[in-house]
């Protein structure tokens, strides 16, 4: 089975904090995925990885930077915390498009839930 | 640009009767995947089915099954026999088949299943 893992689950920061969280699977899936889940908004992308050291933009990625040093590794990084970016944070990882119908289905990790206070 | 809606922010069903989720999309595109997907309150998010748009056949895993209508835009989700363990947020998603990356996720419907 594919395992996705975070580094932490709950994690508590003050603003002005630079935060760091890790995302590894296991399954030498190529793409990876930051999201950012809130009540009532669903899903949203903040950076998305393709291969190591590559990296584009999603939908929301004002106020964070991502790494990929590794291909099993996706690190998402709030270079400032503030309040506003109080939220459940998921990584997801799955094989390359296009490709094989399996490769469209995105495997979750069990998600961080970071306060800034 | 694409979009997923589901109307439906919260659901309750009795257990071992059906509750169908509901989801409608809009796009310009003839070629794409459907995803259902459930978080339970452990947050782990699993694939629960999908569907490819070409494939008139609805799809069916076990007491999970959908309804596609392709022209109406829509994607429901049918779960039968409803279990206690079927208590979980459930996100409607599509992605295209098109070079993009994007998977375009609803905001969710809670389900809960009562004794």
Known sequence: DVKVTQSSRYLVKRTGEKVFLECVQDMDHENMFWYRQDPGLGLRLIYFSYDVKMKEKGDIPEGYSVSREKKERFSLILESASTNQTSMYLCASSLPFPGTWGAYEQYFGPGTRLTVT | ?115
């Open chain 2, 1 to 115: 640009a694409q979009t997923v809606t589901q109307s439906q922010p919260e659901m309750s069903v009795q257990e071992a009767e059906t509750v169908t989720l509901s989801c409608t999309y809009d796009t310009s595109e003839s070629d794409y995947y459907l995803f259902w997907y459930k978080q339970p309150p452990s947050r782990q998010m699993i694939l629960v089915i999908r569907q490819e748009a070409y494939k008139q056949q609805n799809a069916t895993e076990n007491r999970f099954s959908v309804n596609f209508q392709k022209a109406a835009k829509s994607f429901s989700l049918k779960i039968s026999d409803s279990q206690l363990g079927d208590a979980a947020m459930y996100f409607c998603a599509y992605r295209s088949t098109s070079g993009t990356y994007k998977y375009i996720f609803g905001t969710g419907t809670r389900l809960k299943v009562l004794a």
